[in-house]
């Protein structure tokens, strides 16, 4: 497995582009994990329920991404490389609130969500670290178009361990603003919401993805 510095880079700040995003659809559950009854407890849940949700995107990405590399045809190689080219742009383009057409994916996310939902209401009270963790990890889940985009991109190289790999990155880059709202520290979370920071992500993800897009044209 060889992943370019770029690759790491995207999954990152996309997840920190995305991490505004992230806040306003389980920031709540975030915060209440990490006041709960205060003291290294509330810190061990709330650690547990990271490690759930990033876990959850890893096991996605591994499990998309072998799927994707049955099938050996270099035709099917080179396409694939040519759509996580396009698929970086069009994050870029989503992220800078130029093009929302990644919204369908969240959409068509939302007929998994359904039942999947059901598993996670006996896990809401989250008072163990067990429970925090399956809540966690149920909650990776939820429909968002820049996870499941995210998860399109990295299911495109072909790989189970680069896809798991990748869908990680893409989640330790949505944790800064997480464990803010958990400990209340606003001033960040201002930040990494502010036009100007999504804005520079996003033409940084549109660059990328130009950039590979020309590369493998040149290469092929």
């Given at each position: 497995?060889?992943?370019?510095?770029n690759e790491v880079l995207a999954a990152?700040?996309?997840?920190?582009?995305?991490?505004?995003?992230?806040?306003?659809?389980?920031?709540?559950?975030?915060?209440?994990?990490?006041?709960?009854?205060?003291?290294?407890?509330?810190?061990?849940?709330?650690?547990?329920?990271?490690?759930?949700?990033?876990?959850?995107?890893?096991?996605?990405?591994?499990?998309?991404?072998?799927?994707?590399?049955?099938?050996?045809?270099?035709?099917?190689?080179?396409?694939?490389?040519?759509?996580?080219?396009?698929?970086?742009?069009?994050?870029?383009?989503?992220?800078?609130?130029?093009?929302?057409g990644l919204v369908y994916l969240e959409?068509?996310?939302?007929?998994?969500?359904?039942?999947?939902?059901?598993?996670?209401?006996?896990?809401?009270?989250?008072?163990?670290?067990?429970?925090?963790?399956?809540?966690?990890?149920?909650?990776?889940?939820?429909?968002?178009?820049?996870?499941?985009?995210?998860?399109?991109?990295?299911?495109?190289?072909?790989?189970a361990i680069k896809g798991a790999y990748?869908?990680?990155?893409?989640?330790?880059?949505?944790?800064?603003?997480?464990?803010?709202?958990?400990?209340?520290?606003?001033?960040?979370?201002?930040?990494?919401?502010?036009?100007?920071?999504?804005?520079?992500?996003?033409?940084?993800?549109?660059?990328?993805?130009?950039?590979?897009?020309?590369?493998?044209?040149?290469?092929?």
């Amino acid at each position: 497995m060889v992943v370019e510095m770029n690759e790491v880079l995207a999954a990152i700040f996309l997840g920190l582009a995305g991490s505004g995003h992230c806040f306003g659809m389980c920031g709540g559950i975030s915060t209440a994990i990490g006041v709960g009854s205060g003291g290294s407890q509330s810190k061990t849940r709330m650690v547990s329920y990271h490690f759930g949700r990033i876990l959850s995107y890893g096991l996605l990405g591994a499990a998309m991404g072998a799927a994707a590399g049955v099938i050996e045809l270099p035709f099917w190689r080179i396409g694939l490389r040519y759509a996580a080219g396009i698929m970086l742009i069009a994050m870029g383009l989503y992220t800078l609130n130029w093009w929302r057409g990644l919204v369908y994916l969240e959409r068509a996310g939302k007929i998994l969500w359904n039942p999947v939902q059901r598993l996670a209401r006996p896990l809401l009270s989250a008072n163990s670290p067990l429970h925090a963790m399956g809540l966690g990890a149920v909650w990776g889940f939820l429909p968002c178009g820049l996870v499941y985009s995210a998860l399109t991109w990295s299911v495109m190289h072909a790989d189970a361990i680069k896809g798991a790999y990748l869908m990680g990155l893409f989640g330790l880059g949505t944790l800064p603003v997480m464990l803010a709202a958990s400990i209340g520290a606003h001033w960040m979370i201002s930040v990494l919401k502010a036009s100007w920071f999504r804005s520079s992500v996003g033409l940084m993800l549109i660059v990328w993805g130009i950039f590979n897009v020309l590369m493998i044209s040149n290469h092929h």
